[in-house]
């Protein structure tokens, strides 16, 4: 099956730093997302993104999938980006479940 | 929009005791997901509906297992005779069920198995 491997497994930043998290994917994909999933476990959706950037406030996603990879960067981190950051896809001929990385743990320091 | 909802959110219960989780997908999603999370990894897929037909089912998903969709609507997911193995966090999501589509995730519901 496709695989997905996230780095780095663990990040420390101090508040105010910028940080980016990598996705690599062994497959085409139809779908891609970046998720956080917040201290309670709540999986928080970041962006749908198969290809192409997106922008959203301070976190943005650049996805090139001849390449298969994802990068999700976050600029001006705050306490409360703390959480782990998971990206997921399915593949192109698949049932649209979403097969999920082990996920990036950000810890942000005041 | 009131997002996909899960109940309980907590469930303890004794080995070989059955217990059934609910999900409430948005309201106008015709897809709804079933995954599993252990601590330290991330989700895996057990099973997914397309309205009220079980379209998947993971390997994971042993024979103790079984979800439902009556009406398109919400879903259960029952785990009979549970093991200690099966304390997870147990997670729904739901989608419009296009081509290409978003996934919303409930908050989950939390098993664990003494």
């Known amino acids: 099956g496709i695989q997905v491997e996230q780095s780095p497994p663990d990040l420390i930043l101090q508040e105010g730093a910028n940080s980016t998290l990598r996705c690599n994917f062994s497959d085409s994909v139809n779908n891609l997302q970046w998720f956080h999933q917040n201290p309670w476990g709540q999986l928080i959706n970041l962006f749908y993104i198969p290809s192409g950037t997106k922008q959203n406030g301070r976190l943005s996603a650049t996805t090139v999938a001849t390449e298969r990879y994802s990068l999700l960067y976050i600029s001006s981190s705050q306490t409360t980006d703390s959480g782990v950051y998971f990206c997921a896809v399915d593949r192109m001929d698949s049932s649209y479940k979403l097969i999920f990385g082990s996920g990036t743990r950000l810890l942000v320091r005041p | 929009d009131t997002g996909v909802s899960q109940n309980p959110r907590h469930k303890i219960t004794k080995r070989g005791q059955n217990v059934t989780f609910r999900c409430d997908p948005i309201?106008?999603?015709?897809?709804l997901y079933w995954y599993r999370q252990t601590l330290g990894q991330g989700p895996e897929f057990l099973t997914y509906f397309q309205n009220e037909a079980q379209l998947e089912k993971s390997r994971l998903l042993s024979d103790r297992f079984s979800a439902e969709r009556p009406k398109g609507s919400f879903s259960t997911l029952e785990i009979q005779r549970t093991e200690q193995g099966d304390s997870a966090m147990y997670l729904c999501?739901?989608?419009?069920?296009?081509?290409?589509?978003?996934?919303?995730f409930g908050p989950g519901t939390r098993l664990t198995v003494l």
């Open positions: 309201s106008e999603h015709n897809r």
């Open positions: 999501a739901s989608s419009y069920g296009q081509e290409t589509d978003t996934q919303y």
